[in-house]
């Protein structure tokens, strides 16, 4: 194997030369590879001669695959040969390199590197301590109301019309020009007046309706409405009340405490309460002491970043909003046309956020090769535990399908958390 090597800041150039006799091979390999693939009268399938098929469908018919095969076998041995290379994104193909004569091909591999870098310090800081947020009785009494709305009872009602704060079950069809659109139609669907949920206008014309009844009501779709079609169109909804019912919030006084707690009283209830905000403030207070530990130590080591990273990690995250929107029913095509948002503005709103994500992971990686932190199995086992635990799974049952890659992603969690332990026991957080 004869390559050549030229580095040009973060990237690395090789160019291998093969000669005619091992490029012949791959072209055979190849060959054996994909023959499988085709059809020819005359010859049984995976048995035609490679001169018929390159005959038929071209001379470069296997071209491409004994390049990929030749490609990864030859940087495969560079890599063996050249331990201090770090890739830190799949490498490409010069297209521009390839050349293929009688004395055998010569094509280049751009190898995007680990940006070379002086770590900045990250022991002996002094970080300022956040000061915990005081519980306060609002706090308090905020909790106990999200705990009167999860108890609450809905009652139904047959004696009077519909009033602001009901919740009607209704049916209903919208027309535009007296004709059914996309989503105007339902049945038995729940609204709660007031909510605002629907177009301004349509629940304030349910007010005074009384069940059983049914009425046209008129609205007008907003401008700025998601769905381009209806914009600013007049529509007329025929509903058609079906039920009323009313929320019904318990009494706060020690039998409410008594059914929603483990306590006797609502003095001892609130207490408990204000005890378990205030831990939350305190944790929260912690969490921000060790970000901004972090962003010192990373706002320390200056580093000349690689686009091809920032722009990997981009891509990350947009695969990542992507699944988020398949979960809750839209896809990326929609939600651009919904938002009014292009592929290039919100590659931009990640922007920041990948250059810091970027940034942060180089200086965690490199203290932790500098201070040699591993993760046991046992700290790997951990944390596997917690995850099960959150998703409502048995530890047995995941780690049957479990894979390599996925107990890597707890390894590194754990590796992670020892290095915020070192971090914090190396500086001082007053």
């Given at each position: ?183 105007g139609t339902a049945e038995k669907y729940t609204l709660t007046i ?192 917690e995850y099960t635990q959150r998703i409502g799974t048995t530890y ?35």
């Amino acid at each position: 194997m004869k390559y050549t090597q030229k580095r040009e800041k973060h990237t690395l150039t090789v160019t291998f030369k093969v000669n005619a006799e091992e490029w012949a091979e791959f072209d055979r390999r190849a060959y054996e590879q994909s023959k499988g693939k085709y059809n020819v009268p005359g010859f049984r399938k995976g048995h035609v001669p490679k001169n018929v098929l390159e005959n038929r469908y071209g001379k470069g018919l296997f071209f491409e695959d004994a390049l990929y095969m030749c490609a990864q076998e030859y940087y495969g041995n560079f890599l063996d040969k050249n331990k201090e290379v770090v890739p830190v994104v799949r490498p490409s193909i010069d297209e521009k390199s390839i050349k293929l004569d009688d004395k055998g091909l010569t094509f280049a591999i751009v190898v995007t590197l680990q940006p070379e870098f002086t770590l900045g310090q990250y022991k002996g800081l002094t970080i300022e301590k956040t000061v915990p947020q005081t519980v306060k009785e609002e706090d308090v009494n905020a909790e106990i109301e999200r705990v009167r709305e999860r108890n609450a009872r809905f009652i139904e009602i047959s004696d009077r019309p519909v009033q602001e704060g009901d919740q009607v079950n209704l049916d209903y069809c919208g027309k535009v020009d007296g004709v059914a659109f996309k989503g105007g139609t339902a049945e038995k669907y729940t609204l709660t007046i007031g909510s605002h949920s629907f177009i301004p206008g349509f629940e304030e014309q349910l007010v005074g309706m009384t069940i059983g009844e049914t009425r046209d009501i008129n609205v007008t779709f907003p401008e700025e409405y998601h769905a381009e079609e209806l914009k600013g169109k007049q529509a007329v909804f025929t509903v058609t009340v079906n039920s009323i019912t009313v929320k019904e919030l318990p009494e706060i006084d020690d039998e409410f405490a008594k059914d929603v707690s483990e306590f006797g009283t609502l003095q001892e209830y609130k207490q408990d309460i204000s005890r378990i905000i205030a831990e939350r403030y305190a944790q929260e207070a912690e969490r921000e002491d060790e970000n901004k530990l972090i962003e010192t130590i990373v706002n320390g080591t200056q580093i000349d970043i690689p686009e091809v990273m920032i722009e990997e990690q981009i891509d990350r995250y947009i695969d990542d909003f992507r699944y988020q929107l398949q979960n809750s029913g839209m896809n990326l095509e929609n939600y651009f046309k919904y938002s009014g948002m292009t592929m290039e503005q919100l590659r931009k709103e990640y922007r920041e956020r990948a250059e810091k994500a970027v940034h942060t992971r180089l200086v965690f990686e490199t203290i932790v090769k500098e201070e040699n932190i591993t993760a046991t199995d046992e700290q790997i086992d951990e944390k596997i535990r917690e995850y099960t635990q959150r998703i409502g799974t048995t530890y047995e049952e995941f780690t049957q399908q479990l894979n390599p890659t996925d107990r890597y992603y707890f390894e590194n969690q754990a590796i992670t958390e020892s290095l915020i332990e070192l971090l914090k026991k190396e500086n001082t957080i007053a």
